[in-house]
């Protein structure tokens, strides 16, 4: 065998957002709405300033109002919730997302709850979250949509295919689970505490890694030939006394068994922001009662 097919998230990434550019000067130029994405950071961590900055800076270049609403680690639970409130009455916001982790004070479930179901650009509504679950329209938790994507993009059918999926969050393994079903795959739910883990690895042609463990899953875990997709992002010492980035599926090892996968870093990250665009350009057009194709 040659060794698998490196699935590049970042140009993938690249085409969804020019996709999405180009739907939002459509949008603009036949309906005159900019779709607008306002993001809320509570404190100061380094980590989600360059995310949000990022954010800022991709939602701009797609042609959309960036919103940045920055308050100190010390805002109440109540002045949070108040902020929220206001960006779902402003018509000009289509898309909320409060950057998570939020401090130990403050209900995450709450602030999330409190944000409109039509704006929850990030879908982890208990409304989007149930949509999702019952095959509706929703707004889909953006990590997952990329992962379906990416696996899309070497295998464009994935009808009849058995997929594991290993991890079981609220973000990112119960949504993908539920795509994957939606999209008529065999779907497995493991996780860190299933018994024959590598046995039921085995069996995927489509593996989702999503556990949190640093090169968890190995060559011998991998069907020979299987897609993976490895949403693992993990910091591990490096040489030097640098540390560096590596999956939840030990690269070297599957490269060489399965048939496509995804780099840590470089795969699944840069399709995340991709689909948060995706999502308020989705948000903005589903609220003005615009069918919009994207």
Request: charged content about 20%; overall charge neutral; some cysteine.
């Amino acid at each position: 065998m040659s060794g698998a097919t490196i699935i590049d998230g970042k140009a993938i990434a690249v085409r969804l957002r020019e996709d999405v550019a180009a739907a939002v000067a459509r949008l603009g130029r036949e309906h005159g709405v900019t779709p607008g994405l306002a993001v809320v950071l509570v404190g100061e961590d380094p980590a989600s300033e360059v995310y949000v900055r990022n954010k800022g800076r991709e939602t701009r270049a797609a042609g959309m109002a960036s919103f940045e609403i920055k308050v100190p680690a010390t805002t109440s639970e109540s002045a949070l919730l108040e902020i929220v409130g206001e960006l779902n009455r402003r018509a000009d916001v289509d898309g909320i997302l409060v950057q998570l982790p939020l401090p130990p004070h403050i209900d995450q479930g709450r602030v999330i709850e409190a944000i409109d179901p039509a704006k929850d650009v990030d879908g982890f509504h208990p409304i989007n979250a149930g949509r999702l679950a019952t095959g509706q329209p929703a707004l889909v938790p953006c990590t997952p949509l990329g992962c379906i994507m990416l696996a899309k993009s070497v295998q464009p059918d994935l009808a009849g295919l058995e997929a594991v999926v290993v991890g079981r969050s609220n973000i990112v393994g119960k949504p993908v689970a539920q795509l994957l079903l939606a999209e008529n795959c065999t779907v497995t739910i493991a996780h860190s505490r299933s018994r024959s883990l590598p046995e039921i690895a085995a069996r995927a042609d489509l593996l989702v890694a999503a556990v949190g463990r640093p090169e968890l899953i190995r060559g011998d875990w991998i069907k020979p030939g299987a897609i993976v997709i490895d949403v693992g992002i993990n910091r591990v010492p490096g040489e030097g006394g640098k540390t560096r980035l590596v999956g939840d599926v030990h690269f070297e090892d599957a490269r060489h068994v399965a048939g496509a996968i995804t780099p840590v870093p470089g795969g699944v990250g840069p399709m995340t922001i991709a689909c948060l665009l995706r999502n308020t350009l989705v948000a903005a057009a589903a609220r003005r009662g615009v069918a919009l194709a994207v």
